[in-house]
């Protein structure tokens, strides 16, 4: 084929890729905000059970664990405890 051969096949597909033909404009409206900041999201079982046995767990150590270190000296099982926790700092060499 000749270079007029081409031209006259394809001008017409130049024709409107350069001037296309006027279509009709989608007139959407535009997003006030984006789904994710419009809906909060929601929690899921786990994550309600989760939380509420975070809840509990604290509820659980403030009733348990000694307010002061004088009042853990009154318990001979956090005696062993802080006694366990400086026999490690001395076995790695912490201090």
């Known amino acids: 084929p000749i270079q007029n051969d081409w031209v006259l096949l394809f001008q017409p597909m130049f024709d409107e890729l350069l001037n296309p033909p006027p279509s009709v404009l989608n007139q959407t409206p535009k997003a006030i905000a984006p789904i994710a900041e419009a809906i909060p999201p929601v929690s899921t079982r786990l994550?309600?059970?989760?939380?509420?046995?975070?809840?509990?767990?604290?509820?659980?150590?403030?009733?348990v664990e000694p307010k002061t270190y004088k009042e853990a000296l009154t318990q001979s099982c956090w005696i062993e405890a802080m006694q366990e926790e400086l026999n490690?700092?001395?076995?790695?060499e912490v201090w």
């Open 88 to 92: 490690e700092f001395e076995r790695l």
């Open 47 to 63: 994550q309600l059970h989760e939380q509420a046995l975070f809840c509990y767990y604290d509820a659980f150590l403030t009733s």
